[in-house]
């Protein structure tokens, strides 16, 4: 059974930044895509980056400029890097990885952002 783990969540200082870090316990067949989800109390789980095997990235609005995605398909990892964090990038933020069976998700790791 897959596994994805996630690491680096925790306390962050408005302007500053902290690196979430994923990792799948196990191959992921046919991995074609990686990324990451953020769900804050009250709101919709939202899209933060996501990062193909082509390389290509994309973006929330709310995440370009501040945050870089990367990724190792041949690892299956995946690392957000979140810079000038704000006290509204508080949430759960969950990774991801599409393969041939499907998304698997992380158990979620919380981050929140405040002086």
């Known amino acids: 059974q897959v596994q994805l783990v996630e690491s680096g969540g925790g306390l962050g200082q408005p302007g500053g930044s902290l690196t979430l870090s994923c990792a799948s316990s196990s191959t992921i067949h046919g991995l074609n895509t990686m990324g990451w989800f953020r769900e804050a109390p009250g709101k919709q789980r939202e899209v933060v980056a996501f990062?193909?095997?082509?390389?290509?990235?994309g973006y929330g609005d709310f995440a370009k400029g501040r945050f870089t995605i990367s990724g190792d398909s041949g690892k299956a990892t995946v690392d957000l890097q979140m810079n000038n964090l704000q006290p509204e990038d508080t949430a759960v933020y969950y990774c991801?990885?599409?393969?041939?069976?499907?998304?698997?998700w992380g158990q979620g790791t919380q981050v929140t952002v405040s002086s």
């Open positions: 991801y990885m599409d393969g041939t069976n499907g998304r698997e």
């Open positions: 990062i193909e095997v082509s390389g290509f990235r």
